[in-house]
């Protein structure tokens, strides 16, 4: 089946640095890659829509310039939030657009700002 | 505006017994996807198994079939024979194809499995 990586797994940074999340489809090509954000317990919510070559879409109430997306290739998407701040801390897990109409996750990236 | 109901956050099951986990849709548009997926404490969010609108037959996969009832709105998740590894949290999901590509998730459902 179609494989998503992140990187890194987990982090743990201090207030005010920024962090850099990968999202890699190792077997297949996404135009479309997606990022979302869950706290514990809670559902998982829409951040942005990531589509290869052009510039990203974000969901209402979500700052484009602390969430800084990057989708250079059709394998890799980066989000980058900057000047990171205790409130960000969260989970962060990515999915690319596979075959059938399925979006295939990454295993996501645990986020600890102190 | 499209939504996601899951009623049950949490739900309790013996080993080799089934389970039905309650999920309910709402959207306007003809064409959509539902989706389930299991979410166990690592955090991976695992696709299970997927029902498109048009889709004449209930979708299987394995112990998972999903009950889509389109008149009611409903895509309830079946798991049979559960298992203690099918201890997780579940999200129904889906994407209405007209409005976006993205999924619009429920709140969760967890279900324990005991022995």
């Known amino acids: 089946g179609a494989v998503v990586s992140q990187h890194p797994s987990w982090v743990i940074c201090k207030s005010g640095t920024s962090v850099k999340i990968e999202c890699r489809s190792l077997d297949f090509q996404a135009t479309t890659m997606f990022w979302y954000r869950q706290f514990p317990k809670q559902s998982l919510m829409l951040m942005a829509t990531?589509?290869?070559?052009?510039?990203?879409?974000?969901e209402q109430g979500v700052e484009k310039d602390k969430f800084l997306i990057n989708h250079a290739s059709l394998t890799l998407s980066t989000l980058t939030v900057t000047s990171a701040h205790p409130e960000d801390s969260s989970f962060y897990i990515c999915?690319?657009?596979?075959?059938?109409?399925?979006?295939?996750f990454g295993p996501g990236t645990r986020l600890l700002v102190l | 505006a499209q939504k996601i109901t899951q009623t049950q956050p949490g739900m309790f099951v013996q080993e080799k017994e089934a389970v039905t986990l309650d999920c309910t849709y709402d959207?306007?548009?003809?064409?959509?996807?539902l989706f389930w997926y299991k979410q166990p404490s690592s955090g991976e969010m695992i696709f299970l198994i997927y029902q498109g609108s048009y889709d004449q037959q209930n979708a299987t996969e394995g112990r998972y079939s999903l009950n889509f009832q389109k008149a009611r709105k409903s895509a309830n998740l079946v798991i049979s024979a559960s298992q203690l590894g099918d201890s997780a949290m579940y999200f129904c999901?889906?994407?209405?194809?007209?409005?976006?590509?993205?999924?619009?998730f429920g709140k969760g459902t967890t279900l324990s499995v005991s022995s």
């Open positions: 999915s690319a657009e596979g075959g059938q109409e399925t979006q295939y």
């Open positions: 999901a889906m994407r209405v194809y007209q409005a976006g590509t993205a999924l619009i």
């Open positions: 990531s589509n290869e070559g052009s510039k990203a879409t974000y």
């Open positions: 959207t306007s548009d003809p064409s959509y996807g």
